[in-house]
């Protein structure tokens, strides 16, 4: 089963992520902090793909993204942007930082698991 | 957010009335007050309800993995449980997909969010201020730009910009990877 990490600050979008990927056969550890989700790694959980949102209080997705990146274990896993933006500037910084793809809200199961399923192939 | 009083030229005091320059900042104050409590009551409310609806989404769910189960241990009749199965399936693709939703009321609660933020700026409006010049009288059109600068989704530009015929910056693919 593949691990993925959810990064948002927002509880429900957690919440119905989660539930929607566990069903799609994906183990979810969710984090409401951006901070949090880098204690996980720096504590050596590894997972299969991060999936982070763009806007949140204290540190943003783009920070996260290099932070995370700095971590030799994270350089390759895949990060995907999960984010009500869709502006070109944000999208070329979070590609930047080491993003590997971008996402916009809502976005649909059966869309989210290609995508999923393009990534992790 | 733009202290509006300390904008340029505006230091002087202007020719309005004491009493219309109190019942100015009273009316709009209150104005602002009640509309930033009413913007985060409905956003409040908006978490409350997608909260339960979520409980009671993920509590049907796990019923219908129950009887998918069920299903699997029930001898005879294959019609009925083909048939029962398949609306397992379908009921739980569609809980699922109805799940993902959540998200648009995420997006609902910022917007709100930013309009409460909106009030405020507006609540701090200064009458005697903004009559002081013409460019004083201007700087109401900040509380705009400096709600914009902090727009977080690609939702609020494209209203502002349909708001003030302008052309929105939001165009890109939905779904994009590096």
Redesign the interface.
């Known amino acids: 089963m593949k691990n993925i990490l959810l990064v948002d600050d927002s509880a429900t979008v957690l919440a119905s992520m989660r539930q929607v990927l566990e069903r799609g056969g994906y183990a979810v550890e969710a984090c409401t902090a951006p901070e949090l989700a880098l204690t996980r790694l720096n504590g050596g959980y590894r997972p299969d793909m991060v999936i982070t949102d763009l806007n949140m209080p204290g540190m943003d997705g783009i920070a996260f993204i290099t932070a995370a990146r700095r971590l030799p274990p994270c350089r390759f896993i895949p990060i995907l942007v999960l984010t009500t933006e869709s502006g070109q500037v944000q999208r070329d910084r979070a590609k930047a930082a080491g993003a590997t793809g971008w996402l916009v809200k809502p976005v649909a199961p059966e869309k989210l698991f290609d995508v999923l399923r393009q990534v992790l192939a | 957010m733009t202290q509006l009083r300390d904008g340029p030229g505006i230091g002087a005091k202007a020719a309005v009335p004491a009493p219309v320059s109190a019942a100015f900042a009273s009316a709009i104050g209150d104005y602002a007050r009640v509309l930033r409590g009413q913007s985060l009551s409905v956003a409040t409310l908006c978490?409350e309800v997608?909260?339960h609806w979520?409980q009671g989404?993920?509590d049907l769910?796990a019923d219908l993995d129950l009887l998918r189960a069920d299903l699997d241990g029930l001898q005879g009749e294959a019609a009925l449980r083909a048939r029962v199965a398949a609306f397992t399936e379908a009921t739980?693709?569609g809980l699922?997909?109805l799940?993902?939703?959540?998200?648009?009321?995420?997006?609902v609660?910022?917007m709100l969010e930013t309009i409460a933020r909106m009030a405020d700026a507006i609540g701090a409006l200064d009458l005697a201020s903004l009559v002081a010049s013409a460019e004083a009288a201007a700087l109401p059109r900040l509380i705009v730009e400096d709600i914009a600068a902090g727009y977080?989704?690609?939702?609020q530009?494209q209203v502002q910009a349909a708001a003030l015929h302008q052309a929105s910056?939001?165009?890109?693919?939905?779904?994009?990877?590096?």
Do not use: N
């Open positions: 978490d997608t909260t979520l989404a993920s769910l739980g693709a699922t997909g799940m993902i939703e959540v998200q648009r009321q995420d997006m609660r910022q977080v989704m690609a939702a530009r910056q939001d165009d890109g693919p939905a779904m994009e990877l590096f």
